[in-house]
């Protein structure tokens, strides 16, 4: 979940690139909140390891635009 900004995907992306999972551009989700303020980013990943799931969740909620990961 994300502040609705128009770079929140392409800094989503980025750090996934970063930590080698390569994203199934295909398979990313955007949807709106009710009021607009926020968006959920849904993005279909193969992670390599736990190790990598993790450094990638990690990363993603030190991003500023990120409210929440799950």
Known sequence: MTHARE???????DVMSGHGAQPDRD???IRPSR???YQ???VEIR???RRQLEA???ALRE???VV???
């Open 7 to 13: 770079q929140a995907l392409e800094q989503v992306l």
């Open 27 to 29: 398979s990313v989700r």
């Open 35 to 37: 009021n607009g303020h």
């Open 40 to 42: 959920s980013i849904t």
């Open 47 to 49: 992670a390599e390891s």
């Open 56 to 58: 990638v969740y990690a």
């Open 63 to 65: 991003l500023d635009i």
């Open 68 to 70: 929440m990961t799950l």
